[in-house]
């Protein structure tokens, strides 16, 4: 087959986030399997970067506000998807990784020989671009009325919905009433990405960073957005110094609007020392920072109604043969068996969490080995790549069938 990935989020060049992950690995896979794969993104030209400067300065002098741009940038990224898929003949399947992706197909709908198109939806368009966005209270509602259009008009024009967890899927048939076929489809890991990591990488990136041998690290590979929950780790932190025989470090691997207010966090609780903010991490030298860590912490919160999906930190932290800990919502309630395959408290409490670490301080060395041993088998059973691009064609070939 003939199929096009088409995304908001450009992977060919940036690859730190869930999203651009998934869609190398689905490209990656599908190939192997024999397709042919082509990529589309929005292109930022000439034009779209002096539009994006002469809207900033509009803004500065309080011509416009930041809803005006956010619409413009939207319907200009479908614009520029659109006029792409357009000009890609005969595929066969188009895999829109959003709903701005999905809504630029229909430049084909109307065709007799249209492609079918299979939505991916990792998360919610809508109250992702107001946690994520860092806008002013005031612009949340035409914020949402423009990025809730795009998630409406998309059910549409897609002929299948993959939704990476079950409350997504429950979120388009509530707030729409969405009758298109929905699978849920969790994601996916190389459980190999690992396995080229030699000791001396991390030896070396451990003097990078100064961490000594004593260190226990926990590694807390987020976006530094509200709902992820950064916040919450830090906290736990500062109360498990206080009675703590150990000495931790909180390694933070991420950037994003929250930055400052995290470092004034952690500043006010007296353990900015303890903290290492190390940015943007290129996935490609992420492996090492998993090597490093002792546990991996995914500690987000529901806010402004964003629920975590199934973390693909979470799958990797698990691939990598370490403690998971994650907190109690969305997908990752779904993949994590407590004191199975990994550890669950409860979503914001920083307390139960700083307790549970103190808990895993004393934990067996052979259950610790069991836990990590499970959770490997888990991810490699249950989300590895190749199997998940067999089940995306299934999906696919069913609605074909059908129609």
């Known amino acids: 087959m003939k199929i096009l990935i088409a995304s908001l989020d450009d992977s060919k060049n940036i690859n730190v986030g869930g999203k651009h992950i998934h869609q ?7 190939e192997e399997l024999g397709h042919s794969v082509h990529f589309v993104f929005p292109k930022r030209s000439i034009y779209y970067l002096l539009v994006r400067l002469g809207l900033k300065l509009l803004k500065y002098f309080n011509l ?12 200009f990224m479908k614009k520029s998807l659109s006029s792409q898929i357009r000009d890609i003949d005969s595929v066969d399947c188009i895999f ?4 701005v992706s999905a809504c630029a197909t229909d430049i084909v709908k109307n065709n007799s020989s249209a492609p ?21 209270k005031e612009d949340y509602d035409r914020i949402l009325s423009t990025a809730l259009e795009y998630e409406r008009d998309s059910l549409s024009y897609s002929d299948i919905i993959i939704s990476v967890d079950t409350k997504i899927a429950d979120y388009l048939r509530g707030e729409f009433s969405a009758t298109v076929p929905i699978t849920i489809l969790k994601n996916a890991i190389d459980p190999d990405f690992f396995k080229e990591v030699s000791l001396k990488n991390v030896e070396g ?3 990078k960073l100064e961490i000594n041998n004593q260190d226990k690290v926990i590694l807390v590979p987020r976006r530094l957005v509200r709902k992820n929950g950064v916040d919450i780790a830090i906290k736990a932190l500062s109360n498990l110094n206080i009675s703590s025989n150990l000495n931790y470090k909180l390694l933070i691997m991420g ?7 995290l470092k004034s966090l952690a500043k006010d609780l007296e353990i900015a020392k303890d903290i290492i903010f190390t940015g943007s991490i290129d996935h490609r030298s992420a492996a090492a920072y998993y090597k490093l860590a002792d546990i ?14 199934t973390s693909l930190s979470m799958l990797e932290g698990m691939a990598a043969r370490k403690i998971v800990i994650v907190s109690n919502i969305g997908g990752m309630k779904e993949v994590i068996t407590h004191n199975v395959n990994g550890f669950l408290f409860t979503q914001g409490d920083y307390i139960e969490l700083s307790e549970l670490l103190r808990s895993i301080e004393n934990l067996p060395s052979e259950n610790a080995k ?12 249950n989300h590895h790549y190749k199997s998940h691009a067999i089940a995306y064609l299934e999906s696919v070939s069913q609605v074909r069938n059908v129609n």
């Not at 829109?96 to 709903?99: E, H, I, K, N």
């Not at 994003?256 to 207010?261: A, I, Q, R, T």
């Not at 991996?296 to 999906?309: C, F, K, Q, T, W």
């Open 296 to 309: 991996v912490l995914i500690p987000s919160v529901i806010r402004d109604g964003v629920e975590e999906a």
């Open 205 to 207: 990136l451990k003097q």
């Open 96 to 99: 829109a990784q959003d709903p």
């Open 24 to 30: 190398n690995l689905l490209k990656r896979a599908l």
């Open 64 to 75: 416009i506000t930041d809803p005006h741009i956010f619409k413009w940038t939207l319907a």
């Open 255 to 261: 950037d994003g609007p929250e930055l400052n207010k």
């Open 116 to 136: 079918k198109v299979c939505m991916t939806l990792h998360g919610y368009l809508a109250r992702e671009s107001v946690n994520y966005g860092n806008y002013h």
């Open 370 to 381: 069991r836990i990590c041993d499970d959770a490997f088998d888990f991810v490699v059973k």
